[in-house]
């Protein structure tokens, strides 16, 4: 049974080489050189658009250890990366243009996948798997507007910074909601008027990521970057999303100055989002600049704040656990327009959707690898209910329990799971 993947960016291609590996025939349809995305420049399947490092090496950063999972998964990308690697310190760097030729070499000669260059404007009959990525074609999303329904798909991402609820200074920020002391669905972080006197300079100063020129249409009014409201007076966020009213900071006896709330990400509290910090300042100001907020001063980041063009689906409500659109049980989605964000993100979701594909055309049930893993800790991310879903890169703040073990333990478990789950897989294929 041939099997279709829409895109030959990291998760189409990862997909495919999965699906190949255990045996499937695959027609995998890139739109480069025929069309180009805003972003990519190079006919070479999986470019990497931006930068070219796929992040830390080490296991006891989530980045590593996701990447440390997909080696023993078998990725082509994650393999390739690692014979394309130049020096970058903690981090896998890759020289881009040996390691896009080397995968398109790869996948091109592989007799299982056959690369067919052309624009997708419909889902394709049969089993696919859509990874088309954050920059996918109009005609295609408009498609998938259709399918999925206008409000179940997004083109942009205005997300805030994800803060570990561990490493917020208690002394100094306090649980409440505006007008009911009791309620702890907020963490305020409260702030005198000469501290949030510094703040503004300090962010009215910081360094911004430049807009790429596709990007400039994405702001709107609803979404701001936090810098640009700043812009706008030196009161306009003491009076809008920093304001104070109906918060008393019961040390200080008091309503604040100014207040930024902290939203529970997960039920745990184990991640924060910075609610109405949406911005465009670069990863190493907005630590800098954030740490001023005084309950801030010592937290871990684990996202940082962007605005960006990405069109992705409102996986929580459209995707079952096995990345198969709901009631639709040929199609998949896979990558970046699942909601994952980042170069290892999507591939994981590339590798997780080829293997689904795999065992769903074996007539087997996909069972997702477990939730202490950093591969099933995004899955489960992307799948499970949420009202206010956005995009997510991977922290250790997803991965169950992580709070209750010392992170060696956490680690070993990890990397034990996803070989325990790679058998499974393993034993399936044998059927
Ligand atoms: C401008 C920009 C910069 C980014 N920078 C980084 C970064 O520095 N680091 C990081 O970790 N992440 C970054 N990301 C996020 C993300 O990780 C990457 O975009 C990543 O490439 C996503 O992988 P993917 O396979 O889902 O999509 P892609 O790699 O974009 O692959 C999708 C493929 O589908 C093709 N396609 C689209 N529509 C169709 C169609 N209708 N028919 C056929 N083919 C189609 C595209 O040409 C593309 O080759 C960035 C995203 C953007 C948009």
């Known amino acids: 049974m041939d099997i279709t993947v829409v895109g030959g960016g990291l998760a189409g291609v990862e997909a495919a080489y999965q699906l190949a590996s255990r045996g499937h025939s695959v027609s995998l349809f890139e739109m480069r050189p025929t069309r180009y995305s805003p972003a990519h420049k190079t006919p070479l399947l999986s470019e990497l658009v931006c930068s070219n490092s796929l992040k830390s090496k080490e296991l006891t950063n989530a980045h590593g250890l996701l990447k440390e999972e997909l080696r023993i998964l078998g990725s082509i990308v994650i393999n390739t990366a690692d014979q394309a690697a130049i020096p970058g310190g903690k981090a896998l760097v890759v020289d881009r243009e040996i390691f896009a030729k080397r995968i398109t070499r790869e996948i091109e000669a592989n007799p299982l996948i056959t690369v067919i260059r052309r624009e997708i404007q419909d ?8 990874a088309s990525g954050p920059l996918t074609s109009n005609a295609l999303a408009k498609r998938l507007a259709e399918i999925t329904g206008v409000n179940n798909l997004f083109f942009f991402d205005a997300i805030s910074p994800i803060i570990d609820g561990g490493t917020v200074d208690m002394d100094k920020a306090f649980f409440g909601s505006r007008y009911d002391e009791n309620s702890d669905d907020y963490l305020n972080c409260p702030m005198t008027g000469e501290e949030y006197d510094a703040f503004y300079n300090a962010l009215i100063g910081a ?46 006896g008091k309503e604040p100055y100014a207040v930024l709330q902290l939203r529970r990400e997960n039920m745990a509290g184990t991640m924060y989002n910075m609610v109405g910090f949406q911005t465009k300042l670069t990863y190493a100001e907005q630590d800098r600049v954030f740490r001023m907020i005084p309950a801030l001063r010592n937290a871990v980041f684990l996202r940082y704040g962007s ?30 327009i699942t909601g994952v964000e980042g170069y290892v993100e999507s591939v994981a979701m590339g590798l997780v959707a080829g293997i689904s594909a795999h065992v769903s055309i074996m007539n087997q049930v996909f069972s997702p690898p477990p939730e202490d893993t950093c591969v099933g800790a995004l899955l489960n991310y992307i799948t499970t209910p949420n009202d206010n879903f956005q995009p997510m890169n991977i922290n250790f703040g997803l991965i169950k329990n992580y709070r209750k073990r010392a992170k060696e333990k956490v680690i070993h478990n990890a990397l034990q799971a996803i070989s325990l789950w790679n058998e499974e897989i393993d034993e399936i294929s044998k059927k």
């Open 307 to 336: 605005i960006h063009r990405n069109t992705y689906i409102n996986s929580p409500a459209l995707l079952n656990n096995s990345l198969c659109l709901k009631g639709q049980d040929q199609t998949f989605f896979a990558g970046q």
């Open 123 to 130: 889902i394709p009959a049969g089993t696919v798997i859509i």
């Open 207 to 252: 360094e911004k990521v430049d807009l790429q020129p596709f990007e400039k249409t994405s702001f709107f009014e609803g979404c701001l970057p936090v810098e640009i409201m700043a812009q706008r007076g030196r009161q306009t966020l003491a009076y809008g999303p920093m304001k104070p009213v109906g918060l008393k900071d019961k040390t200080a």
